[in-house]
C-alpha cells in the first residue's frame, strides 16, 4: 500500500513565524503535491513537484515556497504565517504508472 | 473553476445502492473521469476513474454516458462506512504532474 504521511496533524503557530510543513512519502513516486482546503473554496493546488529540485506554481502559490531535495520529501513553507493561512494542508503523491492521486491524512494549521 | 457539476447533498439507505450523478459536458476527448472521496478529518481518497467505457472495481462502478458528458458512480451496497463527500473530476491520464482541480463534491449520507 502507498504511504503518504504528514509531519503533524495538528499545529498551530502565532502570526510571522516560519512553518514547514512536511510530506514523506514511501512508494518512489515522482510527482508531489501541495493542496490546501477549506469550507467553501474546496481543494486548492498550491505547488507541486514532478522531480528532484524541480517545482511548479499552483493556483495559490503566494505566501508559499516548497523544497523538495529528496524524492520521497516535499516540505511546504510559510515564510511569514499570516491568520488568512489558518486551513486544512493536503501532500498528495501520484507515479508515472499511476491515474490517481494519493493523499496524505493531512495538517490542520491554525495561525494565531 | 471545477469542470464537472454535482449534486451538493444525497442520501441513501443502508444496504441499498446509492448512484451519485456527476455533468461533465464540456470533458474533452483525452481527459479521464475520477472520482475520489473524503472522510471527515481524512484526506481524499481514489475510488475509480474512466475513459469511455464502464468500469468495476472493489469500491464500485462507473458509468460513462455515450456522449461522456455525463456519469455516474454506484456504490452497490452502501454502508455506514461510506458516508462522505464525493468528488468527481476530469483530468488528463496519469503521468503527468497536474494537480486536481476539486469541486464542492456530494455529501452523501447513509441512513441506518
Known amino acids: 500500500d502507498v504511504k503518504v504521511t504528514q509531519s503533524s496533524r495538528y499545529l498551530v503557530k502565532r502570526t510571522g513565524e516560519k512553518v514547514f510543513l512536511e510530506c514523506v512519502q514511501d512508494m518512489d513516486h515522482e510527482n508531489m503535491f501541495w493542496y490546501r482546503q477549506d469550507p467553501g473554496l474546496g481543494l486548492r493546488l498550491i505547488y507541486f513537484s514532478y522531480d528532484v529540485k524541480m517545482k511548479e506554481k499552483g493556483d495559490i502559490p503566494e505566501g508559499y515556497s516548497v523544497s523538495r531535495e529528496k524524492k520521497e520529501r516535499f516540505s511546504l513553507i510559510l515564510e511569514s504565517a499570516s491568520t488568512n493561512q489558518t486551513s486544512m494542508y493536503l501532500c498528495a503523491t501520484q507515479g508515472l504508472a499511476y491515474n490517481e492521486q494519493f493523499f496524505g491524512p493531512g495538517t490542520r494549521l491554525t495561525v494565531l | 473553476d471545477a469542470k464537472t457539476t454535482q449534486p451538493p447533498s444525497m442520501d441513501c439507505a443502508e444496504g441499498r445502492a446509492a448512484n451519485l450523478p456527476c455533468n461533465h459536458s464540456t470533458i474533452s476527448g483525452n481527459e479521464y473521469v475520477y472520482w475520489y472521496r473524503q472522510i471527515h478529518s481524512q484526506g481524499p481518497q481514489y475510488i475509480i476513474h474512466?475513459?469511455?467505457n464502464n468500469e468495476t472495481n472493489e469500491m464500485a462502478s462507473l458509468i460513462i454516458t455515450e456522449d461522456r458528458k455525463s456519469s455516474t458512480l454506484i456504490l452497490p451496497h452502501a454502508t455506514l462506512r461510506d458516508t462522505a463527500v464525493y468528488y468527481c473530476?476530469?483530468?488528463?491520464?496519469?503521468?503527468?504532474?497536474?494537480?486536481?482541480?476539486f469541486g464542492k463534491g456530494t455529501h452523501l449520507i447513509i441512513q441506518p
Open positions: 473530476i476530469v483530468g488528463y491520464s496519469g503521468g503527468g504532474a497536474d494537480g486536481l482541480t
Open positions: 474512466g475513459l469511455k
